[in-house]
């Protein structure tokens, strides 16, 4: 799928946004069978730990710091350079990617005991349940060499405008992970599904997610071949283009991943409460990542190789434009998932997860916990597409200042809430959305002051305007929350998820037409992208 040069295609990121509610569907299936299978036990807890290690390095050097520096100097250089000399610094980054991330697998693999006795403190030295995640951390650790080079291949092709199946990727890691993981986890344990599951039911997990990641670096090759990449092995790491991706990675490195850094301070957090707030608190962000990942991420996507065109061209006019066009649109697209997640997380999470060994008490907590992080989820969506620009212009350091800050401002708020208020894991989510609101505001105070202008009056009205349309939504909500849901519930899973599904179809209206009818630009957009397709689709062949 191809965008225009300079412009953010709506069809592009709407084919993104596709990718990534399939990709994150699979995510929520996975969560969902895990939690059927393990509820939030201490097994759960253990896995959950384990896997927090090489998914935090992702973010660190992967889907954080290496795509977004890759994407910008490989963007720039197709355009100044033309796209032999991009090619030539692919297959360099590519080979210093594998070599670099092969050592941190190696390290990662000798350093799990020292690494968990970090992440997850609280478990304990020498209990069963460290010894676990420490030999799951290690099954586990070569994830992140698979998932660096699939977010390299991903940049590669986001930079020559193809999204769709970058985006598909992660679906295919869902899909091992669930299958292959599931597959092992009943061959290597005789009690799986059982309450007396042993460790070999976690081992198949923890395989199955090797196997996913390597399945989301595979499905890439073809349509990487299409666009004219063929991989040589390039040692000349001393070329200009790669110290810069180098020197753009080092602040990146903090500045986007501070999302997964607090998660990883309140996991340490959590493991200090027993047995079931890890997994609450890990329940409750997999449905906060569903939107982020649908809009935030997919505006961000298809935005980042647009304004830093713009930006190697020294139009900046048309990159304050693209990027004031880009956070709207994401608040537009968040503002109803932020509400309805406040209202609703009850029903939603008893929806998904209640049933076998998730308990009606372990809803209420993860509920409890879901509703403190969607007081985040717009900041989440606007840092998704506002920090990758602070690189496009060469300000590295200052996102990773605003990290710096960020990290040490929610270890504060956890002591706060968690320790002296006694909110135990409410605290840890309410102070994970706090911050992310902190972060983006500082970061676009000082895009505001690095471009002079960012069409804030122009924001501030569309901001009004969906206060007005997430009226309407939140009154819906609460209607169905007094009248409709609770007589559902005792019609069964179907009842529940039909009333639940009708009340999210009647509140996305109800907010919808209230936008519309306020004439906001970007829904305008929507809709005069939906009516030519269906016109499309109305003329006779």
Request: with cysteine; charged share 10%; net charge positive.
């Amino acid at each position: 799928m191809a965008a225009p040069p300079n412009k953010i295609s709506a069809k592009a990121a709407g084919l993104v946004s596709l990718a990534v509610m399939c990709s994150r569907l699979l995510g929520l299936v996975r969560e969902q069978v895990f939690a059927a299978l393990f509820g939030a036990s201490a097994g759960m807890d253990a896995f959950i730990a384990a896997f927090r290690a090489p998914n935090l390095l992702r973010d660190l050097f992967a889907e954080g710091a290496l795509s977004t520096a890759f994407v910008t100097i490989f963007s720039e250089k197709i355009t100044k350079e033309g796209e032999a000399n991009a090619w030539q610094l692919a297959n360099k980054v590519a080979t210093l990617t594998a070599v670099f991330m092969s050592g941190v697998t190696l390290l990662g693999i000798w350093l799990a005991p020292q690494l968990m006795h970090v992440l997850a403190a609280g478990f304990g030295v020498g209990t069963v349940k460290m010894e676990t995640a420490i030999l799951l951390t290690r099954i586990m650790f070569p994830f992140i060499a698979l998932v660096s080079l699939a977010a390299l291949v991903m940049g590669m092709l986001n930079a020559k405008s193809v999204f769709g199946m970058p985006a598909m990727a992660s679906t295919f890691f869902n899909i091992g992970s669930i299958l292959g993981g599931v597959g092992l986890a009943w061959l290597l344990d005789p009690a799986f599904g059982t309450a007396q599951y042993g460790t070999g039911s976690l081992i198949g997990l923890a395989i199955g997610t090797l196997l996913g990641g390597t399945l989301q670096l595979v499905v890439q090759f073809p349509a990487l071949r299409r666009v004219g990449f063929r991989f040589r092995p390039d040692f000349a790491w001393r070329d200009p283009g790669v110290q810069r991706i180098l020197w753009l990675m080092g602040p990146a490195v903090i500045a986007a991943s501070a999302v997964q850094v607090n998660v990883m301070v309140n996991g340490n957090f959590a493991s200090h409460l027993g047995d079931g707030p890890v997994s609450w608190l890990n329940y409750a962000f997999r449905l906060m990542q569903l939107p982020i990942g649908i809009f935030g991420v997919a505006i961000g996507t298809v935005t980042l190789p647009v304004i830093a065109r713009s930006a190697a061209a020294g139009n900046t006019a048309e990159f304050r434009s693209i990027l004031a066009k880009g956070m709207r649109l994401a608040f537009v697209l968040t503002i109803p998932s932020t509400i309805g997640l406040v209202l609703l997380a009850r029903p939603i999470i008893a929806l998904i997860y209640e049933r076998r060994k998730f308990t009606a008490l372990d809803t209420l907590h993860a509920a409890e916990a879901l509703q403190f992080y969607a007081i985040g989820l717009c900041a989440y969506a606007g840092i998704k597409v506002l920090a990758p620009a602070f690189y496009a212009l060469g300000k590295r350091n200052t996102p990773m200042l605003v990290s710096f800050l960020a990290i040490a401002v929610n270890y504060g708020l956890n002591q706060y809430f968690t320790f002296h208020l006694g909110w135990g894991h409410k605290g840890l989510a309410l102070s994970t959305g706090l911050v992310a609101l902190t972060n983006f505001l500082l970061l676009y105070a000082l895009m505001h002051r690095q471009v002079e202008r960012l069409e804030t009056r122009q924001m501030a009205a569309t901001l009004a305007k969906l206060a007005l349309a997430g009226t309407a939504l939140a009154a819906v909500c609460w209607a169905a929350l007094v009248w409709v849901l609770p007589l559902a519930g005792q019609a069964g899973v179907a009842g529940k998820a039909g009333a639940l599904f009708a009340t999210i179809a009647v509140a996305g209206a109800a907010f919808f037409g209230v936008a519309f009818f306020l004439r906001i630009e970007e829904i305008d957009d929507v809709a005069a992208m939906v009516r030519r397709k269906l016109g499309r689709f109305a003329k006779p062949a």
